[in-house]
Structures are given as structure tokens and as C-alpha cells.
């Protein structure tokens, strides 16, 4: 049987690119087949009179498959790689490209529409968000993953935010509306896009934590006469000034606190290094870290070991002390704020 299907094709033009020949006895073929197509496409399943019916594997020439149901050569129903109707994909399902790209979420007349995630492999790149027109549009997530180390040590304590990301609106693919950009530096941009650039007013908050808020246009903030773009001191900035409000000389006591920390910055950057890169069971196995950054659950462990929880302080409390370290700056709220009382509901949460 299957020595004669391979010189037989079917009485339709094309499925969905696959070009079939027209051939007599294709009408009177029933069963199971295997075959191969002119066009590259390859074919196991059932047919009946002639046509691909019933459960199948076809293959595209670009390594696709689908697998699945067919109704009278045309690809319908639910298959391993999601839904199609009339031959296009519809609803949710996953594409594997032959370079090792992948897209998995919404279809709609066999273009990306609605929520998914596409995995760019080759350029170390990930979106999760809303499509249309298979490109992003609406709200989404943006990764740019760079080249990350096997193990973290001494000597890459300060690189390891190992990507940047972007989460905003988009338009037709690119960064168009508003959105934050945060920066593998630990610098981030929170204000208005066009055409993937900073455009209108937003809010550049530099490393150290110092703001920049004005106006940008192509990607390039609007400076005024001897303006400088860039944080007043360079040096690392502690946002702890209000625990010292009840001391009796303020700025004295955030000195010393400032001068004890950099006494001992080598052994905290050694801490971190060995905190960050150390397995913990509240990490869930299944998602891969696209980092080395110390999270909230590493923190925890490196306070229980050092004997720094107790009744007094517990990790509610800790949580806490967290929170207000990740307070934005003063400058930044003030933007948020204002820009909310303008554009109202209609600003995203980003």
C-alpha cells in the first residue's frame, strides 16, 4: 500500500502550501499512509477517498508539524501544536521554528493574536505580552538576555544583572506609549515612547539613584544651557537618611554608617556573591533564572545564618525594611504622580 500512495497525490490544489497532485485512483485510496510530497512535505496518517482524513502528522518543508485531525484535506480541530480551523492556526498553540525559536499563546487566522510569549534563541531575546498583526501591541514584557556566567565570583560581582527589560506598550512591534526600561546597569527609564526611543517627557533614574526628569526627544534627553545629564555624585548612593531623623546630628550619623559600610564593602560584596549563586527550595525548579541577582528568599537564608532573625526581627519585619529600600525616588514619584493626574486611567501600570 504505502509503495503505491508515494506515486499518489490528491485531488486538491494545496494545504496550506503543499502542493497535491491530481491523480485518478487518489479517489479510491483508504486507510493509512506515508508519503512524500514534491513540494518537501511529508505525510503519515489516514486518509479516505483519496484525502488526508482522520488523525495525521504532516511535516512542513520548514520543519513544522502538525499533528492532528484533518477533515477532507484540510487541517481542523486540535493537534500537538494547537488549535486550527480551515487550515489556519486559531486559538492557542505553539510554533518551533527550525533555528530554535519559539512562539506559544493566541492565533487568529494563522497570525499571532492576543496573549503569548515568543522565545527569539538565536538573539537571546524574550516578549511575553499582547500581539496583533503578528507583532506585539498592547501591554508586554521585553527581555534582552545577554551572555551569562556559569558561577558567579569576586570578579563579576558588579555584573550580575545580566539583562535589560522592558515593560510597557508597544505598537506595531515597538516601544510606543509609555513604559519602563530597566537597564543591566540598575539604571532605568520610566517615562514616554515613540518608535522604540524615548520621546516626550519621562524620568531617568541613574545607578547611584539619583533622578533626571524632562523632556526626551530621539532617545536624547533636552538639556538646558550648561545642563549636565548625569548624577550630581558619582559614588554609590544610601537612601537611609530618614532612619536618621531622631539623631541628634543627622548627617554625622549617616556618615559613619556610610564609612563602616565601606569598611567593609569587600566581605558584603563576597556575601553577595556567595548568597546569589547558592540553590534555595523556594525557587521554583521548573523556571530557569535569567540571573545572578540576589533575591528576596537567598536574603532570608543569609539573615538566618548570620543569627539576625529573632522575635524582635522577623522576616515580616525584614520584608518590610525591603519594601522601603525599593521606595522610588523623590523625583520619580513626583513624575508618576503628576503624569497619572494628566493621563488620568488611560497610563498603564508598568
Known amino acids: 500500500m504505502e509503495k503505491e500512495l508515494l506515486k499518489v497525490a490528491f ?137 551569562l556566567v556559569t558561577e558567579p565570583s569576586k570578579s563579576n560581582h558588579a555584573l550580575l544583572v545580566m539583562f535589560n527589560r522592558y515593560r510597557g506598550q508597544f505598537y506595531e512591534g515597538e516601544r510606543s506609549g509609555y513604559g519602563v526600561l530597566y537597564y543591566a546597569t540598575g539604571a532605568r527609564y520610566e517615562g514616554c515612547w515613540a518608535k522604540d526611543k524615548k520621546e516626550g517627557e519621562g524620568c531617568y533614574v541613574f545607578e547611584n539613584g539619583e533622578a533626571w526628569q524632562g523632556l526626551f526627544s530621539e532617545d536624547r534627553p533636552i538639556l538646558n544651557d550648561r545642563e549636565v545629564f548625569g548624577p550630581m555624585d558619582p559614588s554609590v548612593s544610601i537612601q537611609v537618611h530618614d532612619l536618621f531623623d531622631e539623631e541628634e546630628v543627622p548627617a554625622a550619623a549617616a556618615r559613619g554608617v556610610y564609612n563602616l559600610l565601606m569598611v567593609y564593602n569587600t566581605d558584603l560584596r563576597a556575601l553577595y556573591d556567595k548568597y546569589c549563586s547558592r540553590p534555595s527550595l523556594h525557587f521554583m525548579k521548573h523556571l530557569a533564572r535569567p540571573s545572578f541577582t540576589l533575591v528576596t528568599c537567598q536574603v532570608w537564608e543569609l539573615l538566618s545564618d548570620v543569627r539576625m532573625l529573632s522575635a524582635a526581627t522577623p522576616i515580616a519585619r525584614c520584608n518590610e525594611m525591603f519594601l522601603m529600600a525599593r521606595r522610588p525616588p523623590e523625583k520619580l514619584k513626583a513624575f508618576r504622580k503628576r503624569v497619572r493626574r494628566v493621563f488620568g486611567r488611560a497610563l498603564p501600570e508598568v
Open 11 to 147: 485531488n486538491t490544489a494545496n494545504i496550506n502550501g503543499c502542493e497535491l497532485e491530481d491523480l485518478q485512483q487518489a479517489s479510491e485510496l483508504s486507510g493509512h499512509a506515508k508519503f512524500v510530497m514534491k513540494s518537501g512535505c511529508s505525510y503519515e496518517g489516514q486518509i479516505k477517498d483519496g484525502k488526508l482524513h482522520g488523525i495525521g502528522r504532516l511535516t512542513f518543508p520548514d520543519s513544522m508539524v502538525y499533528e492532528g485531525t484533518f477533515h477532507q484535506n484540510n487541517i481542523t480541530g486540535h493537534g500537538r501544536t494547537g488549535d486550527w480551523h480551515n487550515d489556519m492556526k486559531s486559538g492557542n498553540g505553539t510554533m518551533h521554528y527550525a533555528n530554535g525559536n519559539q512562539y506559544d499563546g493566541e492565533w487568529s487566522q494563522d497570525v499571532k493574536c492576543g496573549y503569548g510569549t515568543m522565545e527569539w534563541k538565536t538573539l537571546r531575546q524574550r516578549y511575553e505580552g499582547l500581539w496583533a498583526r503578528n507583532k506585539p501591541n498592547g501591554m508586554g514584557n521585553h527581555v534582552w538576555y545577554q551572555q
